[in-house]
């Protein structure tokens, strides 16, 4: 509950709230001051029934947002804008319960709320904003001396709050593709490690067995888990007539039929045979040479 970010905005839209309708001496000082207090003690008690965070909350209050184009509306979005419309509420009541006939003080508290709504979506930016508007244009039916002052710390808000809505939505954007980066770096790094670790695993092996069919199997078994493959088999060259060499299968994983033997007279490994030049081949339809050991490849 301590990292909601809605309950750390609670608190920062109530402090100077209090303390300038202090200052001001209002008529509604008592009444203002228990409106803060029952703010905060609204957002504390919906962040332990009706968290926005989902299932990780507690460590990641804002929500892990996938592309808008991606995904349906979560319902950890109406939460969050239920909360944020909230901290609309009171801010634009007790703005207008401060106001004079020069200037509404506490206006500019409607900024942290359109920046909270940035920095979750751009959905929500968008409809704060406008609530946000809303709730300014209220205040002068409602106090219509006003208009004429008003207009132009209006006018400057709106700038505000629109060039805070677009940097947000920018920065965020601008983290979460370093976070992806970031992720797919750290995954790339722990699947290099994991390949490190089974071939040091083979090399022991091989060191401990030598090339019998139980040794090979668990090298097999070893290179197909940290590697990550659906099939992998393991061939052992063997002199024949002194000069010509035999490949013959010591281990497989994954094949229907596996080839026994390769000669060098067919398979894309017999032309590697015959050449001495590796090969590797994108698409197996292609290779008039691939011989199939197994269906759908």
């Not at 200052?23 to 962040?47: C, H, K, N, T, W």
């Not at 090979?216 to 590697?227: K, N, S, Y």
């Not at 299968?249 to 229907?256: E, L, T, V």
């Not at 040479?289 to 490849?297: K, L, M, Q, T």
Request: proline share 6%.
């Amino acid at each position: 509950m301590g990292n909601d970010p809605f309950i750390l905005l609670a608190v920062a839209l109530a402090i100077p709230t209090v303390v300038v309708n202090y200052l001001d001496r209002g008529p509604d000082e008592v009444a203002i001051s228990l409106g803060a207090v029952v703010f905060i003690a609204l957002q504390a008690v919906l962040s332990v029934v009706w968290p926005s965070g989902g299932r990780d909350s507690s460590r990641n209050p804002l929500p892990n947002r996938a592309p808008r184009a991606s995904r349906p509306v979560p319902w950890n979005d109406l939460r969050a804008l239920v909360r944020l419309t909230l901290a609309l509420a009171f801010v634009g009541a007790t703005a207008y319960a401060t106001a004079d006939v020069s200037s509404v003080p506490l206006a500019p508290l409607f900024i942290p709320v359109i920046g909270l709504a940035a920095a979750i979506g751009t959905g929500e930016a968008v409809v704060i904003l406008v609530l946000a508007g809303l709730a300014y244009l209220a205040a002068f039916h409602y106090n219509p001396v006003l208009v004429a002052s008003a207009t132009e710390q209006a006018l400057v808000l709106a700038a505000v709050s629109v060039v805070l809505v677009i940097g947000t939505r920018q920065t965020v954007s601008s983290l979460n593709a370093a976070l992806a980066s970031l992720r797919t770096m750290n995954a790339s790094e722990r699947r290099r490690n994991r390949q490190i670790v089974g071939l040091d695993a083979v090399g022991r092996t091989l060191a401990a067995d030598g090339p019998e069919p139980s040794s090979l199997q668990a090298v097999m078994d070893l290179l197909i888990g940290p590697f990550g493959y659906s099939h992998g088999s393991i061939y052992l060259g063997e002199a024949l007539g002194g000069s010509a060499r035999d490949l013959r299968m010591g281990a497989q994983h994954g094949y229907d039929g596996p080839i026994p033997t390769f000669d060098g007279t067919s398979g894309v490994i017999g032309r590697v045979m015959r050449t001495g030049e590796a090969a590797l081949v994108t698409d197996v339809t292609s290779d008039p040479d691939y011989r199939d050991a197994v269906n759908g490849i």
